[in-house]
């Protein structure tokens, strides 16, 4: 079975950084095909990014790209989202999604069987 933990979430004033990172257990990090999304208040899950299994190829939703990096260090079994030029619209609840079956990455939620408890981030103006 595997098991995702996001962490890295907190406050910050808009403009301000985090980074967040997702720990994988149970599986090699390298079988895994990885992502992250996330769902404001009253919204959707919404797809952030995703990174394929070596970190060759990545994926950036329209409303992050230029702003947010993902990348993998397999050898720690942890992905990483390093989010810069924050704004008020990025406060979500962001969710470490995984799946070992797929090679190919996915922005469909359903693509993913292994799913973290999420990790708070909020913006404040």
């Known amino acids: 079975q595997v098991h995702v933990v996001e962490s890295g979430g907190g406050l910050v004033q808009a403009g301000g950084s985090l980074r967040l990172s997702c720990a994988a257990s149970?599986?090699?990090?390298?079988?895994?095909?990885m992502g992250w999304f996330r769902q404001a208040p009253g919204k959707g899950r919404e797809f952030v990014s995703d990174?394929?299994?070596?970190?060759?190829?990545?994926r950036y939703g329209d409303s992050v790209a230029g702003r947010f990096t993902i990348s993998r260090d397999n050898a720690k079994n942890t992905m990483y989202l390093q989010m810069n030029s924050l704004n008020a619209e990025d406060t979500a609840l962001y969710y470490c999604a995984a799946d070992s079956s797929r090679v190919f990455v996915s922005p469909s939620q359903s693509d993913y069987a292994y799913w973290g408890q999420g990790t708070q981030v909020t913006v404040s103006a």
């Open positions: 990174i394929s299994r070596f970190g060759s190829t990545t």
């Open positions: 149970g599986r090699t990090a390298s079988d895994l095909v």
